[in-house]
């Protein structure tokens, strides 16, 4: 089998039957499956979900489990050259299938690649950065990223001088839409559950860079991306979930490789982005 598509969902079963339908509506000339992994959606209805799709693998769980482990979930049933990790809010667009295949089959040193997000409006959707290394993430939090945007140097971490018009080696597109090669998932491992929501995705593409492979984005397939229908629900507790998930990524890969005030300094960053963001607003509101 050439291709599995891994979807995860939670509360979002209005936009998982829209992305089914893409799906089908536009299939791929090639042996293809669909694993799709609810974590306990208090909105999914399994009986009226069976009927309408009898030709998908349903994984459901208990409880919510988070994103990494349903993924991980899924890659183990699947059986095919290629996992295509694709969020429910997303809906695929002709060919969109056969050029991510297509692009990895030309890209023998690719372990993943992602493509161009397109908002509901038309607009391209910013979704590919470099790693989150002290400097990266020094610039964005001094703002430095948004008063200089055309320039490499500060705006490193969100790549705000990248056009999307080109293929090109990056660090770590967005995980909404990640064909990944299974070679590779061989090679590097499952997703680090560590990561349960957050920058595993990225966490994933670094360990992949690090054992050699090449990571890339591809502007020759396009899907379209409602963005965030999950983390939405719960927005301040995914923020704070967010800052958490970058600490660990620091301490299981920077700490002991940087110059060390600059890692405690970044650490401390962060923190300080937490509590200005997610907890001092709770605080505020519980008085």
């Not at 536009?26 to 293809?32: K, S, V």
């Not at 991306?225 to 990524?249: N, P, Y």
Request: proline content about 4%.
């Amino acid at each position: 089998m050439r291709l599995s598509i891994a979807i995860v969902n939670w509360n979002t079963s209005r936009l998982l039957e829209a992305c089914l339908n893409s799906i089908f509506r536009n299939t791929p000339p090639f042996e293809f499956e669909v694993i799709v992994v609810d974590n306990n959606s208090s909105d999914f209805e399994e009986t009226t979900f069976r009927k309408r799709f009898q030709n998908i693998n349903l994984i459901r769980n208990t409880s919510n489990i988070g994103y990494a482990a349903a993924n991980n979930q899924a890659i183990k049933a699947s059986n095919s050259e290629y996992v295509l990790l694709l969020n429910p809010d997303t809906e695929v667009l002709p060919s969109t299938l056969e050029s991510l295949v297509g692009f990895m089959d030309n890209h023998k040193d690719a372990a993943a690649a992602g493509c161009r997000l397109i908002k509901p409006d038309g607009a391209v959707d910013r979704s590919v950065r470099s790693f989150p290394d002290p400097w990266a993430i020094a610039s964005d939090f001094l703002f430095l990223s948004r008063l200089f945007p055309n320039t490499k140097l500060f705006g490193r971490y969100r790549m705000t001088w990248f056009k999307y018009d080109e293929d090109i080696e990056v660090d770590q597109p967005m995980g909404s839409c990640l064909i990944i090669r299974r070679e590779a998932l061989n090679q590097i491992g499952l997703m680090d559950e560590l990561f349960p929501i957050f920058f595993n995705d990225v966490d994933w593409c670094y360990r992949a860079k690090r054992a050699g492979w090449k990571i890339y984005f591809t502007c020759s397939a396009e899907v379209i991306h409602h963005g965030g229908a999950s983390t939405k629900q719960v927005r301040s507790q995914m923020i704070h979930e967010s800052h958490r998930s970058l600490i660990d990524f620091y301490r299981k890969h920077y700490k002991g490789h940087i110059f060390m005030p600059i890692y405690w300094l970044t650490i401390a960053a962060i923190e300080l982005s937490d509590i200005l963001t997610t907890r001092l607003p709770i605080l505020w509101k519980s008085r």
